[in-house]
């Protein structure tokens, strides 16, 4: 089995920053691609950033910028530094993982879920 973990959510002002990390553990062989999304209340769950095992990345264009997402490949971990938040970034922010597992399947994983809130 593989798990998610995330941490790093809670309340920050406008302008303010975040960190969230999320380090997936278990019965990996190879991690592909791994990203952040988020969803809103009554929204759907969007892409917020990816990244490649060897570096690529991907934004939404609402957060180019002030976003950057990075990965430990040795560590089986993947960052989203988030600066000059706005309040329109509030969510619940999910780690997902493409992930080939020893026994050589493959699937996608996701955490449980980390909550920020944008508001003064």
């Known amino acids: 089995q593989v798990q998610l973990v995330e941490s790093g959510g809670g309340l920050v002002q406008p302008g303010g920053s975040l960190r969230l990390s999320c380090a997936a553990s278990?019965?990996?062989?190879?991690?592909?691609?791994m990203g952040w999304y988020r969803q809103a209340p009554g929204k759907q769950r969007d892409l917020v950033a990816s990244?490649?095992?060897?570096?690529?990345?991907n934004y939404v264009n609402s957060v180019k910028g002030r976003f950057t997402i990075s990965r430990d490949n040795a560590k089986n971990t993947v960052s989203l530094q988030m600066n000059s938040l706005e309040p329109e970034d509030t969510a619940v922010y999910y780690c997902?993982?493409?992930?080939?597992?020893?026994?050589?399947?493959?699937?996608?994983?996701w955490g449980q879920g980390t909550q920020v809130t944008v508001s003064s």
């Open positions: 990244i490649g095992r060897y570096g690529t990345t």
């Open positions: 997902n993982a493409d992930v080939q597992r020893i026994t050589m399947t493959r699937s996608d994983y």
């Open positions: 278990g019965s990996i062989f190879r991690i592909y691609d």
